[in-house]
């Protein structure tokens, strides 16, 4: 399995940006896929997630109202747009697979996503 993500970069606070998820080898429809994050010396932290089971999404209380996670399955990707980004948004920001349709909730961890791509870089600066 091999996801690839993209988008990230330098945004200013109050920015936007969009982070995009995908794989060649096979389809995230009906897949839950999870954008996870890690800032320096913390722990990754799950950011939002989309449930392959019926497309309800979580989103971590940090980012609520302001990310916005989505899946266009006739592109293959899911997409994280991130507005009015603050500089504890800095990280990299990971997205995770996983296949048996688990449902997206505040108590998902890393250790449930099997699958994971090699992450892309948000930097939050003006």
């Known amino acids: 399995v091999h996801l690839v993500e993209s988008g990230g970069g330098l945004v200013q606070p109050g920015g936007s940006l969009r982070l995009s998820c995908t794989a060649s080898?096979?389809?995230?429809?009906?897949?839950?896929i999870a954008w996870f994050r890690q800032a320096p010396g913390k722990q990754r932290e799950a950011v939002s997630c989309?449930?392959?089971?019926?497309?309800?999404?979580y989103y971590a209380d940090s980012v609520k109202g302001r990310f916005t996670i989505s899946r266009d399955n006739a592109k293959n990707f899911v997409y994280l747009q991130m507005n009015n980004v603050k500089p504890e948004d800095a990280g990299d920001y990971y997205c995770?697979?996983?296949?048996?349709?688990?449902?997206?909730?505040?108590?998902?961890?890393?250790?449930?996503?099997?699958?994971w791509g090699q992450g892309t870089q948000v930097t939050v600066s003006s």
């Open positions: 995770a697979q996983e296949t048996r349709f688990l449902i997206c909730a505040p108590n998902i961890i890393p250790a449930d996503f099997p699958s």
């Open positions: 080898e096979f389809s995230l429809e009906e897949n839950t």
């Open positions: 989309i449930s392959g089971y019926d497309d309800s999404t």
